[in-house]
């Protein structure tokens, strides 16, 4: 199994990115899907996930409203729209599986099995 995270980069305070992941070597359909950070000096965290089952997204907090999660079972992505960015989303971002069929919650780390290799989002004040 394979998660590759791409799409970080820098952007200014405000601005927007598209983080994707590409996933190998599972039944994509049958696992949700989640995205976390960590931050120099923090614990990873939560960011977004989307259920298996109906695509039902759920979001942290800090993010609601502002980043949106998607998938497309049929290439095997998951998608991070990230908009109005601020300095507090710099961190490694992580794209990660969880268990078939995972009821969750989505929130726990835990409950992910399979974790990409991350990509750095840099956002300048």
């Known amino acids: 199994v394979q998660l590759q995270a791409s799409g970080g980069g820098l952007v200014q305070t405000g601005g927007s990115l598209r983080l994707s992941c590409a996933t190998s070597g599972l039944t994509f359909s049958n696992y949700a899907m989640g995205w976390f950070r960590q931050a120099p000096g923090k614990e990873r965290e939560f960011v977004a996930a989307?259920?298996?089952?109906?695509?039902?997204?759920y979001y942290a907090d800090s993010v609601r409203g502002r980043f949106s999660i998607s998938r497309d079972n049929a290439e095997n992505t998951v998608a991070l729209q990230m908009n109005s960015l601020k300095p507090d989303d710099t961190a490694v971002y992580f794209c990660?599986?969880?268990?078939?069929?995972?009821?969750?919650?989505?929130?726990?780390?835990?409950?992910?099995?399979?974790w990409g290799q991350g990509t750095q989002v840099t956002v300048s004040s």
């Open positions: 989307s259920s298996w089952r109906s695509g039902s997204t």
């Open positions: 990660a599986a969880a268990g078939p069929y995972s009821s969750g919650p989505y929130y726990r780390d835990t409950n992910y099995v399979y």
